[in-house]
């Protein structure tokens, strides 16, 4: 399984004659392992929020979902903007998408913290 990050990482090495097709396709790959992903956070969601009567439970894992989105969408933002020759390079800017993707990670894991605590509640 590649990531995005390393994908990133090697089409920024391959010089002056980018490999954007490979990295084109991992983006791909992770667009689409997201996507499926999402279905599935959504059908438990769904369960959730329905027949299982847990709404609390269901209101956290649409918050994981949409935190992690922003997580991503952030960090492809970092990526493109860390490109040679695609952006100028903004020094403040990165830097405050750094600190973004750092307190989304931070939100994600107190909501997987609550989480972790209301299921077991629940119980």
């Known amino acids: 399984k590649r990531s995005l990050e390393g ?3 090697q089409y920024l090495l ?8 490979s990295y084109r396709s991992v983006v ?6 997201f996507a499926a992903a999402s279905r599935e956070v959504l059908a438990v969601e769904a369960e ?10 269901a209101r956290h894992v649409r918050s994981l979902q949409e935190l992690e989105q922003t ?6 933002l970092l990526q493109v903007m860390g490109t ?3 952006s ?19 939100a994600i894991g107190e909501v997987l913290q609550e989480l972790r605590f209301d299921a077991e509640s629940a119980e």
């Open 88 to 106: 100028e390079q903004d020094p403040e800017k990165l830097h405050q998408l750094k600190i973004k993707v750092i307190k989304t990670m931070e």
């Open 14 to 21: 391959s010089g002056q004659h980018y490999d954007f097709p």
């Open 84 to 86: 040679p020759g695609v």
């Open 71 to 76: 997580r991503l969408a952030t960090v492809a």
């Open 7 to 9: 994908a990133h990482r």
């Open 28 to 33: 791909h790959e992770v667009t689409q392992a």
């Open 48 to 57: 959730l929020a329905g027949p299982r009567a847990q709404p609390v439970l």
